[in-house]
């Protein structure tokens, strides 16, 4: 057993630190939140030249061929300094749903792009029945000789408005067994026929109604096969799950760091508040949340790596970090206290962030009932 | 990074595991569930002896005492397994006093005690807790004046468990009442067959046996004094943070048998299992023992590495516990009015043991650091927050 990051990992996770300690600061932050945006292309083109968005792309495709694991020493730096923008939706939703299901051509044309800096891509998934089921896809896409026309309204679409593409999860075929008759389509997002409102978000994520108006969009952009698509989706989840773990655990070490300053600084009664016995076991349970989260996470990322098997880690870790991230932050407030509640402070962002980043992809309801499956309950 | 054992470790727990089936015996199993999973009855020695044969009780020390030299994972994966499986994995001498004499001892103390420990012939009783010295242990006063050749001793201990099975009492004592509290303890291996020793039986609600024990004017050879005079509290502190650890094994076996109950059990025209409160309920347990898998191996982990654990053990042993009483809770709710029902009743399900576990689950939260010192360690060692 090694619990460790390697040198090469700690090197990545020490970069990544330093960068975004100074280009994303909790200012820089507010304001992407009220930017409609939410990046500055300045930014986005620092993080290609740094190699952030090919990082796990293979270097045939413009990328640097490093591992999901790496990925995911980066998303913990990421979710420490609450980076906004399209890299969770261009990178994972996008990027690994192409290295999934793309053909040489389409992976040829895009992953480059992607690596580059220049491509934005992301996944139309989710609707108005709000679920990651596949009996919630109802989106439907029909065959018109060598097209396939897409009507329908996809909901909470990440970054769509800043989309090149958009792969829209779609229903092909009607029948008893709903994982099957899905099929993934890489759609044009200027294509005639879609209709992109954004909606008002708690987290600042930049969220959208996608809808698509009889949108045509021919077979060969179909991504894997035709009906096939749900396995794929399938698996793009899981790994944008613990995708999610990690940001969370980042953003949970911030938290953590917030409320030892508050309570070693401040004093009340004539002494350090984190003297007191009521606000130690607070931290004590706020820093076994997250050690217990991080270790989760490190686990499920390294079997995603080695491409082992990983259901039954995946829905546990999803289900852990999502309860004890938002635990540990509400902790964190606790012992902050009223400080914590005004704007200013940062506490608040990471309060408002982690609890979105546990609806993503499956809450932790969800993922226990998946775990109940794996155990054969 | 890597999670799973090497191959070297999944060939000896599958050895072990083989071990075990073939060497348990029903009396062994029901000697150690009434005796609170401790070290040192008849039945328990037997097959102990057998392991430690093997090298399996004290994996990790080095070949000339009875080890194997093996990695600290490797070690704790075995007592995992002994815990899984119903044998006794309480040890005091092998896993607590032992890697005390290893560090701190005399080559003399070494040659003398290691090997019968490692053997599996010898089992101390932990002798730290007083009336008056539970959380504050350096509180502890029973006196030990130094006789020249031998300390003559007179004070009284409780809550010291195995003493009415153990060969000796692995014992803190004050050898200096001018001192600050910590500074003036020692540490002494005494034999419990000494004259002027009363151990008096105190019956826990768990069935369990544990002792108050007195003693009056018993004599023990100055060989016997382990390391420096005073320093008994720095060595019991040091071997806290070695031996610190909980492995959830025995209360893993009870959730186990839990699953396959909610499988095999019909309840409105289908199994339990397939209750979504229930289902949400396993999932959850089942997810917290894996997150106490990695806590507990994460210092086996860190010990491998040549460090020594620091907040991470409080924070397994906290985890673990309160883990131990979510299963057993979780588990009687399950079982709904059939809990109650005890071994050998009419109608009692998986032999009484979810309301036997229910009882003895409330202890493990409070021996070995309550779970609120073990907070403050986490707080001020492993956070810096001011004491």
């Avoid at chain 1, 990046?39 to 290609?48: D, G, R, V």
């Avoid at chain 2, 392991?51 to 009875?66: C, Q, V």
Wanted: proline residues 4%.
């Amino acid at each position: 057993m090694d619990y460790d990051l390697n040198e090469e990992q700690e090197l990545l996770k020490k970069a990544a630190k330093g960068f975004l300690s100074k280009e994303c600061k909790p200012l820089f932050v507010r304001e992407m939140e009220e930017n409609p945006q939410g990046i500055t292309p300045e930014l986005w083109q620092k993080m290609a030249e740094l190699g952030w968005m090919g990082l796990i792309f293979p270097e045939k495709y413009g990328g640097i061929g490093g591992s999901y694991l790496d990925l995911m020493v980066l998303l913990v730096e990421m979710g420490y300094s609450c980076l906004p923008g399209p890299f969770f939706s261009t990178v994972i939703l996008g990027g690994i749903t192409l290295m999934e299901a793309g053909n040489e051509e389409k992976k040829q044309e895009l992953l480059g792009g992607i690596a580059e800096g220049k491509i934005f891509v992301t996944l139309a998934l989710t609707e108005a029945t709000a679920g990651y089921s596949p009996e919630r896809i109802a989106v439907k896409a029909e065959k018109d000789a060598d097209d396939f026309v897409i009507n329908g309204t996809k909901l909470f679409v990440p970054d769509a408005h800043l989309a090149n593409y958009i792969i829209c999860v779609a229903r092909t075929k009607e029948g008893e067994n709903k994982k099957d008759g899905i099929t993934l389509f890489l759609v044009d997002a200027k294509s005639k026929g879609i209709v992109i409102t954004p909606l008002k978000t708690f987290a600042g994520d930049k969220l959208n109604e996608v809808v698509f108006n009889n949108v045509k969009v021919p077979k060969g952009n179909i991504l894997g096969e035709l009906d096939k698509g749900w396995p794929i989706v399938k698996k793009v989840l899981q790994k944008a799950a613990i995708a999610k773990c990690a940001e969370m655990v980042g953003g949970g070490q911030r938290a953590l760091e917030l409320a030892i300053e508050q309570v070693t600084e401040r004093e009340q009664f004539g002494v350090k508040v984190g003297s007191f016995q009521a606000v130690q076991h607070h931290c004590a349970n706020i820093v076994t949340y997250l050690d217990t989260s991080r270790l989760m996470t490190h686990q499920a990322a390294w079997r995603i790596s080695e491409g082992l098997p990983c259901e039954r880690e995946i829905a546990m870790t999803k289900a852990w970090v999502t309860d004890s991230c938002r635990s540990l932050v509400a902790l964190a407030h606790q012992a902050v206290g009223g400080t914590g509640f005004m704007e200013e402070h940062d506490l608040q962002l990471y309060f408002r962030r982690t609890k979105a980043a546990g609806v993503y992809f499956g809450d932790a309801d969800f993922h226990r009932e998946a775990l109940a499956d794996v155990m054969g309950l | 990074m890597d999670f799973e054992f090497t191959k070297e470790e999944k060939a000896l727990q599958e050895e072990v595991r083989e071990f075990i089936k073939k060497e348990s015996t029903p009396e062994m199993l029901k000697e150690t569930e009434d005796m609170g999973d401790i070290y040192g009855a008849p039945e328990g020695r037997k097959i102990i002896q057998k392991m430690a044969a093997k090298g399996w009780l004290t994996p990790t020390w080095p070949k000339e005492y009875g080890g194997l030299g093996v990695s600290d994972v490797a070690s704790y994966m075995i007592r995992e397994e002994m815990g899984y499986h119903g044998l006794p994995f309480g040890f005091v001498a092998a896993h607590m006093a032992g890697p005390t004499i290893l560090r701190f001892g005399s080559d003399e103390m070494k040659k003398k005690w290691l090997p019968r420990i490692a053997s599996g012939e010898l089992e101390f009783a932990l002798g730290y807790t007083e009336p008056q010295a539970g959380s504050d242990l350096s509180a502890l006063n029973l006196r030990a004046e130094d006789k020249g050749d031998y300390f003559l001793l007179n004070g009284t201990k409780l809550f010291n468990t195995s003493c009415h099975i153990a060969d000796c009492h692995w014992l803190a004592c004050r050898t200096d009442f001018d001192v600050a509290k910590h500074k003036g303890v020692s540490m002494m291996i005494v034999d419990l067959k000494s004259p002027g020793i009363t151990i008096s039986p105190l019956i826990t609600m768990a069935g369990w046996q544990t002792n108050e024990v007195v003693y009056e004017d018993v004599r023990v050879p100055k060989e016997n004094l382990v390391g420096e005079k005073n320093k008994g509290f720095y060595y019991l502190m040091a071997a806290l943070d070695f031996e610190r650890m909980f492995p959830l094994g025995r209360y893993r076996r009870v959730f186990d048998e839990l699953v396959e109950y909610t499988k095999e059990t019909i309840v409105d025209g289908k199994a339990m299992s397939k209750d979504p409160l229930i289902r949400q309920k396993l999932a959850q347990l089942s997810t917290e023992i894996e997150v106490t898998r990695l806590l507990y191996y994460q210092l086996a982990h860190i010990l491998d590495k040549g460090g020594i654990p620091n907040y991470q053990s409080s924070m397994e042993k906290t985890f673990a516990t309160e883990c131990a009483q979510r299963i057993v809770n979780v588990g009687m709710d399950v079982l709904g009015l059939y809990g109650q029902l005890k071994e050998g009743s009419k109608w009692a399900q998986l032999k009484g043991k979810v309301e036997k576990f229910y009882r003895t689950s409330i202890v493990e939260t409070i021996y070995a650091g309550t779970s609120e010192i073990q907070r403050n360690i986490i707080a001020q060692r492993g956070l810096k927050l001011p004491r």
